[in-house]
């Protein structure tokens, strides 16, 4: 059971526009930025996403952020076959004193 | 640029014992803080643990608080992961990542160590 809420799974077709949801509490998500990762199969997590909405060097801005209270999402515009990938919430919670992350969302491109 | 790369991993009995490396290159690896986070096979991410840029915090899941041992040497560019009475449940991948100064954003990551622990 992660401490971070998302849906397991999310699908669109390409060019669509989908959203990812990332549920928390007060200690991470209420207190603290979001960040985003993507796990492309077969390969290490990459950040995506930080700050709730600030995107790193590289990363396309079809991808964008947005945090409020203690929730996040994720939101991919234009979506692309490439994005098939699983996705990941995190935030620092100030209780557990760690970092803690979501269960993961699998997105696939019909 | 800025590349990590673990080492260590490998088959090991229940109850047994096991040290990773993760070589850093391409940053200043003395000023920021690092990370140890798994994944068991075909399940999400786990955080481990954390060090701060000079050993003076460190802070641990936890599932493996009193068993595992995050340390660092900023000489040699490297971190640590001590791990002791491996549980079948320790199973996964294991990366390090380095952190951007902003708490719990992991801005790097190495490909990862796989440990097994068998029964």
């Known amino acids: 059971q992660s401490v971070l809420t998302q849906p397991p799974s999310a699908s669109g077709t390409p060019g669509q526009r989908v959203t990812i949801s990332c549920s928390g509490s007060?200690?991470?998500?209420?207190?603290?930025?979001v960040n985003w990762y993507q796990q492309l199969p077969g390969a290490a997590p990459k950040l995506l996403i930080y700050?709730?909405?600030q995107r790193p060097s590289g990363v396309p801005d079809r991808f964008s952020g947005s945090k409020s209270g203690t929730s996040a999402s994720l939101a991919i515009s234009g979506l692309q076959s490439e994005d098939e990938s699983d996705y990941y919430c995190?935030?620092?919670?100030?209780?557990?004193?760690?970092?803690?992350f979501g269960g993961g969302t699998k997105l696939t491109v019909l | 640029q800025v590349q990590l790369v673990e080492s260590g991993g490998g088959v090991v009995q229940s109850g047994g014992s096991l040290r990773l490396s993760c070589a850093a290159s391409?940053?200043?690896?003395?000023?920021?803080?690092m990370h140890w986070v798994r994944q068991a096979p075909g399940k999400g991410l786990e955080w481990v643990t954390f060090?701060?840029?000079?050993?003076?915090?460190?802070y641990y899941a936890d599932s493996v608080k009193g068993r595992f041992s995050i340390s660092r040497d900023n000489s040699k560019n490297t971190l640590y992961l001590q791990m002791n009475s491996l549980r079948a449940e320790d199973t996964a991948v294991y990366y390090c990542?380095?952190?951007?100064?902003?708490?719990?954003?992991?801005?790097?990551w190495g490909q990862g160590t796989l440990v097994t622990v068998s029964a």
């Open positions: 060090i701060r840029h000079d050993g003076s915090n460190r």
């Open positions: 990542a380095k952190s951007s100064q902003l708490p719990g954003a992991l801005d790097y």
């Open positions: 007060s200690s991470n998500i209420g207190s603290n930025t």
């Open positions: 700050s709730n909405d």
């Open positions: 995190a935030a620092w919670d100030g209780s557990l004193n760690g970092v803690v």
């Open positions: 391409g940053f200043r690896f003395s000023r920021d803080g």
